[in-house]
């Protein structure tokens, strides 16, 4: 299956790292493992500084479970390894799968690396916060008003 | 024209949506070009409103919180003009409905709806949908903060939230600022009523779990009391712990209500709790200063002084029986003095519910301009309803709303129908809904009769997804189909209403399509002979039970 990575539109060469199952993982840990969409996370606190990469399954692209696992590593967690998505991933997923925090897909759909090119800027505002770090629309709102208002006070202060 | 007087789209909100029409535009053509197929193009047609069904596609179009600028409906009378027939169908969740969209015209509808502000976004599919309020927020009088404000935050969080849009199944929010819930907030996923605690605090009882469908059941209170600024957090742990447990394997034990059921309400407590735990002092705490730049949007429009008393409409009272009639089912209290809340039936006797033209949305438009502050409101019951209007502009609005043929001086009486599509459009549906709405109204048409019988709600689904909400009518009726035959069940005591909700229950064996006029009928019949001082109909049934009323049915048909 091509495995896509940010930055490159065709497919790159998988590193060779072999993600075990959770179960044969937690026997001997390594640094790759693949959850199913079930799997508990807690599990794998304690090694998840070893861990270079997790997979997470898609079984269906409406199957959704893998999304709230991303958030969870990432930010309840804080793992900083790579996060890939396998399964049915679809090109219309992209945008929601970049901003829980995955940064590698396996994709066999056309056109896939194109629209991973231009994903992340398909929509320029976002309205909540999430695993990318981008500003939700009501903080910008804030910011903008703060910098109006010391505009504002600026020339006064001057005086 | 005059300003809105709700949330104002700024660039931010805009750039969303320009940016979600270009997303869907080239999704259709991906479609049309066979790029997709309709597996994979399903989902991404049903987040942008578009349903396929019997005929055509359906555009489902959100009506956020109910309510409508002037600009806005005249602009989905236009749409309706241009990509339809010239009509649309005001729904349950306060969507409306065109049932004869192209998909190649779909994105130029949307851009069109774009244009005023408006969106399908999330109005289908397993994702969070349109949240509801109730229809009189910000003019009633027994309100004790506009739901609108939340429902706004709501809105933004949940549009393309990246964790939650491929959940189990649908998702739809409700939320109520008053004690007489007009939300129905105990049969939606999660029903979120405001009240004050005894200290004084204003929070949300947070309940979860409610809906009809085919497994109906009352929604349970999660949290009693949820600090205001703790909504989103706590939201997002609902849905967290939804999104991972919620069942996958039978689409129709997949609503949230299924798990709450199957686990037991304690452990969903306790599981999102804990998950609430570790959300709650995240940068989903929302900003005092958000609530109150958003609050603030939903001021009530500056209201001048306006008589209680005026001369001319007591005297219009007694030479005008109808008109009296219309005053008593058809306005409500304001906040305010001088003014009443006037609701616009779309329940005319013999229409289908909820339908109005593009000329009528139009009329509509023109009487909000000239009487209601540019204010338009979608109740669930599927009339339109005039937020801010003068008593002494009653007569006037009277008339207008009589040359549209939307004065029926019905509301909350039995042709006040509420009633999903059926089969008439819609490709789940067992039996016909509207028909048997319109012959249930033809025949209590007579208006003095109607405000004899009072407050009777009747609710029609054409099949057990119940979208008529059949199961917390007072007069319930459920399409069947057996062997080929349209038969209507019959059930009784259902109710909304807050500290009464509850389901109805079925009294016997369905009836035929020739029949269920006659059934009625019957019911009617029993509820006067044995009502007691002041009681409605669904009074005496808690009373009487329903033995007497089942007797009388099944000899009459």
């Avoid at chain 2, 989902?43 to 959100?62: E, F, S, V």
């Avoid at chain 2, 509301?411 to 089969?423: E, H, M, Q, S």
């Amino acid at each position: 299956m091509p495995l896509y990575r940010e930055g490159a539109i065709v497919p790159v060469a998988n590193d060779g790292l072999a993600a075990l199952p959770l179960a044969e993982w937690l026997q001997a840990p390594t640094q790759a493992v693949a959850l199913a969409n079930t799997d508990q996370l807690d599990l794998l606190k304690t090694h998840l500084g070893r861990l270079k990469l997790i997979v997470l399954h898609f079984p269906k692209y409406t199957d959704g479970r893998a999304y709230s696992q991303a958030r969870l590593l990432r930010g309840r967690l804080g793992y900083r390894g790579e996060l890939r998505a396998i399964g049915q991933v679809l090109r219309d997923q992209l945008p929601f799968l970049l901003r829980c925090g995955f940064d590698s897909f396996e994709s066999d759909q056309p056109g896939f690396g194109p629209a991973l090119a231009r994903a992340r800027t398909l929509f320029s505002v976002v309205y909540q916060g999430a695993e990318d770090d981008r500003a939700p629309a009501w903080l910008l709102r804030l910011r903008r008003r703060d910098a109006r208002a010391a505009e504002q006070i600026g020339p006064l202060a001057a005086e | 024209m005059p300003d809105t007087h709700f949330y104002r789209y700024d660039d931010f909100d805009r750039t969303l949506l320009a940016e979600r029409v270009e997303q869907f535009r080239d999704q259709v053509r991906r479609r049309l070009s066979g790029e997709l197929t309709e597996e994979q193009f399903k989902p991404l047609r049903l987040t942008n409103g578009l349903y396929l069904q019997l005929h055509a596609y359906m555009l489902r179009i959100a009506i956020p919180y109910g309510t409508l600028s002037t600009r806005q409906l005249r602009k989905l009378a236009e749409i309706a003009r241009k990509y339809d027939r010239g009509y649309g169908h005001f729904t349950t969740r306060q969507n409306l409905q065109l049932n004869w969209i192209k998909l190649e015209d779909a994105p130029d509808a949307v851009a069109a709806l774009a244009e005023v502000d408006m969106h399908a976004i999330q109005t289908s599919g397993n994702v969070i949908r349109n949240t509801t309020a109730d229809h009189f927020a910000g003019a009633a009088a027994d309100e004790i903060e506009d739901p609108r404000i939340w429902c706004e935050i709501i809105r933004q969080w949940s549009t393309l939230h990246p964790e939650f849009s491929f959940l189990p199944r649908k998702f739809k929010i409700a939320v109520t600022g008053s004690p007489n819930d007009r939300a129905a907030v105990r049969v939606h996923d999660v029903g979120l009523r405001l009240w004050r605690n005894p200290e004084g605090q204003v929070g949300f009882e947070v309940i979860v779990g409610g809906g009809l469908g085919r497994t109906p059941i009352i929604g349970k209170t999660l949290r009693a009391f949820l600090p205001k600024d703790e909504l989103l957090a706590y939201l997002e742990s609902v849905l967290r712990v939804y999104n991972r447990y919620g069942r996958r394997d039978n689409i129709y034990k997949a609503r949230i209500k299924i798990l709450v059921h199957e686990i037991g309400v304690e452990k969903m407590r306790e599981e999102v709790e804990a998950e609430f735990a570790s959300t709650k002092d995240s940068a989903l705490r929302l900003d005092p200063r958000t609530i109150e730049a958003i609050a603030g949007q939903f001021a009530a429009p500056p209201l001048p002084h306006r008589p209680a008393t005026v001369g001319a409409v007591e005297a219009l009272k007694i030479e005008d029986r109808v008109f009296a009639l219309w005053l008593k089912s058809n306005t409500a209290p304001h906040r305010m003095a001088g003014y009443r809340i006037v609701t616009a039936s779309l329940k005319p006797a013999g229409a289908p519910p909820g339908d109005a033209s593009s000329a009528q949305m139009e009329g509509v438009a023109d009487i909000a301009d000239a009487y209601s502050w540019g204010e338009v409101r979608v109740s669930h019951e599927q009339n339109l309803v005039l937020p801010h209007v003068a008593v002494e502009d009653l007569p006037a609005v009277y008339a207008a709303l009589g040359r549209l043929g939307f004065a029926e001086a019905n509301v909350g009486k039995i042709t006040d129908i509420i009633a999903c599509p059926g089969l008439d459009y819609c490709a789940l549906a067992n039996a016909r809904s509207i028909p048997v709405a319109q012959r249930i109204s033809n025949h209590f048409a007579n208006l003095a009769r109607q405000h004899d019988i009072g407050d009777l709600k009747v609710k029609i689904s054409g099949c057990i997804n119940a979208c008529g909400h059949h199961h917390v009518g007072h007069i319930g009726i459920l399409g069947v189909d057996k062997n080929g035959v349209e038969l209507y069940q019959i059930s009784l005591g259902g109710d909304v209403d807050f500290g009464h909700t509850a389901l109805g229950e079925i009294i016997g064996p369905a009836v035929g399509a020739d029949e269920i006029v006659e059934a009625v009928d019957a019911l009617v019949a029993t509820y006067l002979e044995r009502r007691g001082e002041g009681e409605r109909f669904v009074d005496t049934y808690r009373r009487i039970g329903a033995e007497p009323f089942k007797e009388r049915v099944y000899a009459a048909v």
